[in-house]
């Protein structure tokens, strides 16, 4: 018990520290566009460059999970983040930043292709609510990586930004290094060709793929883009504050749906909140009404929080006894949302500017509503006794 509690301590430290690292990055653009003297279009390739190489990790790890050494590609993947943290804080050039910032990404994907799958093992009665927690902790994270950058700017360069997060990782590292994994947590199942094609074709995972890229690209699209949008009619710091806002209501809003996703459906939450977050995005991104805008943003955070480990939750209760690939097939769809977002906005800011390229996410939000819906249906059709539509 003692040594579950010590791993789930270690694996929510970890994501916080990814939350800090992946909201850094949208509340750095300006300095990047500084530093290097490049476009929107090509500061629109800074997040994707990050979430490629997380995704690739992700899905090729995933898919690996029953068959290696887990505690392993733990320790390896948290040691690299730490030297390709190293490497961005001393780089010279855009195109080097691309590439340490795709190997920080890779990195950070073999962690999180393990991490929850591990956490499903040891919390196998409560899945939803622990995955809830978990990307609860990520939100910290991330709610402190605007704020942490605004306080490295003040003083000093933004490569100090990488150093201090290279070091923050050193005690994770030893601490994987050290401790043993509880007996019997580890029970996965290595899938076959077969398999794979079986659980790729559930109306649940197709679904839950679908509206995971949705609410990726709204996401990805919002940390990366958000702070640069809001620069355009507010001091910087104020922008990446506006970040922070968005991002502290992911926390209330993970404890809440940690309880309500043992209450009410999966789903039905994620069509809900969704439909919810559609006037806010108006206001926001549309209409731009000032003396409402920030409300109106961390009322949007407070709704999307709970779509991807909802979502997620609810993909690999449909087969758990894969929970590794479906993880990498959850993670992978949310992090194509959250690498095609904020390059598709970064190439129309480049042609009609910044603030009518946001406006992309509404619609975006209006797909994520009804492929949810559509799933909802498809999986009580699917679960409907044979005959019974005749009834």
Not at 151 to 167: G, Q
Not at 261 to 284: C, K, N, Q, T, Y
Request: some cysteine; overall charge neutral; charged content about 10%.
């Amino acid at each position: 018990m003692r040594s579950r509690r010590v791993w789930t301590v270690v694996l929510f430290a970890f994501v916080a520290g990814h939350g800090v690292i992946q909201q850094s990055m949208g509340a750095l653009l300006p300095s990047f566009e500084e530093e290097f003297l490049v476009t929107q279009e090509l500061l629109g390739m800074v997040g994707p460059a990050a979430t490629l190489g997380l995704l690739l990790t992700v899905m090729l790890v995933g898919m690996r999970s029953g068959a290696l050494d887990i505690e392993r590609m733990l320790v390896l993947g948290t040691a690299v983040t730490i030297l390709a943290s190293v490497l961005i804080s001393v780089t010279s050039s855009f195109a080097t930043l691309l590439l340490f910032l795709f190997l920080q990404g890779a990195s950070v994907g073999i962690v999180r292709a393990l991490d929850r799958p591990l956490l499903s093992h040891l919390y196998p009665d409560g899945r939803g609510r622990i995955f809830n927690l978990y990307a609860l902790m990520w939100a910290v994270g991330a709610t402190v990586g605007p704020l942490f950058v605004n306080a490295v700017l003040a003083n000093t360069d933004w490569r100090v930004v990488y150093a201090l997060v290279a070091l923050a990782f050193v005690p994770l590292l030893v601490g994987m290094w050290r401790l043993d994994l509880p007996a019997e947590s580890w029970s996965e199942e290595t899938i076959s060709l077969q398999a794979l094609r079986t659980v790729l074709e559930k109306p649940a995972v197709i679904g839950m793929v679908a509206a995971l890229v949705c609410s990726g690209a709204i996401e990805g699209t919002v940390f990366t883009w958000l702070p640069f949008y809001a620069s355009q009619f507010m001091p910087r710091e104020s922008a990446n504050v506006l970040l922070s806002s968005f991002l502290v209501m992911y926390i209330p809003a993970r404890l809440a749906y940690s309880v309500l996703v043992e209450r009410v459906g999966h789903l039905d939450i994620v069509a809900i909140v969704g439909l919810a977050s559609l006037p806010l995005l108006v206001i926001a991104f549309v209409l731009r009404i000032e003396a409402v805008f920030f409300p109106a943003v961390m009322g949007l955070g407070l709704f999307v929080a709970g779509f991807f480990p909802t979502l997620s939750a609810f993909g690999v209760d449909t087969t758990p006894e894969f929970s590794g690939p479906v993880n990498a097939i959850a993670t992978g769809a949310n992090f194509l949302g959250i690498t095609a977002g904020p390059f598709v906005v970064g190439i129309f800011a480049g042609r009609v500017g910044i603030t009518e390229a946001m406006q992309v996410i509404v619609a975006i939000m209006a797909g994520l509503v009804a492929i949810t819906v559509l799933t909802r249906f498809s999986v009580d059709r699917e679960r409907r006794p044979a005959g019974s539509e005749s009834v």
